[in-house]
């Protein structure tokens, strides 16, 4: 992850504010977490599982960031109330909230179990929904809020074995948009970003594809040969990182994303557009 003296921001731009970030210890969600942090903001991480929503507050912490943590499965809506409402009550605010949590695994649609379908598509379009009702009373009562969730690409063009993923996908850059027109009143600016190939464990996980599926396992590759796929087929020609994507929410957070709503942010390199 690129240091924090790295950022283009002024280090006090989101001072005073609070965020809740979802998934936001590890991966993509940790990198949106620390440089959020580090422009001032109070930063929650929500997350289901401790050896990443602890261990990511103690080094974010450990950075002299503002960061607590809380245990949040998105699919559970009540548990998401809970939550929302105790982190607006302890902070008197919350101006952000980034649905980053994400679920997804390659399986053939002809045999994917409903349970598997269930858990992605609850995880990523269930769980969006679920906590953007959630902030939507504070963002209103207070006069405003931002949205920023976590779209992809791979639903631009269809991509075998990810059906339950690209549909729920499709379903938040819907919601997205709706939520963007129905909310503009309330001053709620809702937003989506569509991260591209970036090489976290998460991801890794995610897109190590099944044994004889025929697709390429690109991030089992030796560093050397990842190096040429991205010089091969990202058109800008490296991998992305956390950061890059990190800095796109900060700007959507900062007052540069006043007159922004409705929107869907593409961060990957040139890389779906070059794609066959
Ligand atoms: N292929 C087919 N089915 C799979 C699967 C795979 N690779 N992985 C999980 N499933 C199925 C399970 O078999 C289960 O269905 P069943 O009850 O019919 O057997 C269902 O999906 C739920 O799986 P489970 O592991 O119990 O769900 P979970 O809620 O604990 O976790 C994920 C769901 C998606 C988070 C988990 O599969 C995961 O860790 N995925 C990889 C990491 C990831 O998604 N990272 C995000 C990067 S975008």
Redesign the pocket.
Known sequence: MAPESDTIFRPDLLAGQVALITGGGS?IGLGISELLASLGMHVVIASRKPEHFDVARDQLLAQGLSVSSIALDVRDQERVRTVIDQVSQQHGRLDLLVNNA??????PSAT?????WK??VE?DLYGTFHCSQAVYPIMKQQGGGRIVSTSMTLHYRGWPQMAHATAAKAGVDALTRTLAVEWAPERIRVNAIAPGPIPTE??R??FTP?PDSGIPDVFAAATERMEQYARDRIPLGRWGTPRDVANMVAFLASPGGDWITGAIFVIDGGEWLAKS
Do not use: D, E, M
């Open positions: 991966g994400a679920g997804n695994f390659y399986a994917l179990s409903p349970n598997a858990a992605v995880i998460g991801v996980k995610a099944l």
